[in-house]
């Protein structure tokens, strides 16, 4: 009994030292919480293969998943050896900052503020990552800064290096996994048990059961129960821990 107050009481003072020293000056004191662990599939699939890759992905996680449709209708993007693929990849390429450079897609409605991971799965196209995904990308990639990031690539032959370039590109500030994953024609069979090895690989369960969010001095102050665990805001009744100080209601 005395060794669990002792331990429960260590832990609370080292708690109450970190939010102490944490920021007087509005540096961040990280915190561990739930919310936000929601994981969201972005793909676009011209031959079906990226959505076969999507259906084999969320048999194995919970996720929803986000599907981007171009604009325009029964483009045949590689009629005349890709003409048409070529050319709005090189629109982009030319001018990359340019919201005019980038095809149109469907709107869409998912609010990307719910997740804390977001999976791209996306064909390559000559070496470079499909226009219709980039589209979305640049107009959506801001708002992943800090989340978790995933990335599979789907193609023929071609290694996947710039599709990750143009990725990297349209999401700067993502956390990135630390592996991308490549399915092409001589694996793809085999995607389910590629796909499964990719998430252990990348640590998914782990890295996004709890995924991080930010206090600061000025915006929150943590309150904690008496076995030094964050509470979300102060309990109606009971005794708790404000500011390093004991607080009984």
């Not at 084999?56 to 003409?83: F, H, M, R, W």
């Not at 990750?164 to 999401?171: S, Y």
């Not at 996004?208 to 930010?214: K, L, N, S």
Request: one cysteine or more.
């Amino acid at each position: 009994m005395m060794k669990t107050l002792f331990r429960r009481c260590m832990t609370l003072l080292a708690l109450i030292a970190v939010v102490a020293c944490g920021d007087h000056e509005g540096n961040e004191v990280k915190a561990q919480t739930a919310e936000g662990g929601k994981t969201l599939v972005v793909y676009y699939s011209y031959t079906n293969n990226c959505r076969d890759i999507v259906n084999s992905l969320t048999s194995q996680i919970t996720a929803d998943v986000l599907e981007i449709q171009p604009a325009e209708k029964g483009l045949k993007y590689e009629a005349d050896n890709y003409a048409l693929g070529t050319q709005l990849l090189n629109a982009i390429k030319a001018n990359p900052n340019d919201a005019g450079s980038y095809p149109a897609i469907d709107p869409v409605s998912t609010v990307l503020s719910d997740y804390g991971t977001i999976i791209i799965v996306t064909p390559l196209w000559w070496s470079q990552m499909a226009a219709i995904m980039q589209t979305y990308l640049f107009n959506y990639g801001p708002q992943m800064a800090n989340k978790n990031i995933g990335l599979i690539v789907s193609s023929a032959s071609s290694g996947i290096n710039g599709v990750v370039n143009d990725c990297k590109r349209l999401v700067p500030d993502g956390r990135y996994f630390s592996e991308n994953l490549w399915i092409h024609n001589s694996n793809r069979s085999n995607r389910s048990a590629l796909i499964q090895n990719w998430l252990t690989s990348i640590n998914y369960q782990q890295v996004t059961a709890v995924p991080r969010t930010r206090l600061t001095a000025a915006s929150s102050t943590p309150i904690l129960d008496l076995s030094g665990r964050l509470l979300g805001q102060e309990p109606a009744k009971g005794i708790y821990i404000k500011n390093g100080k004991k607080i009984a209601k």
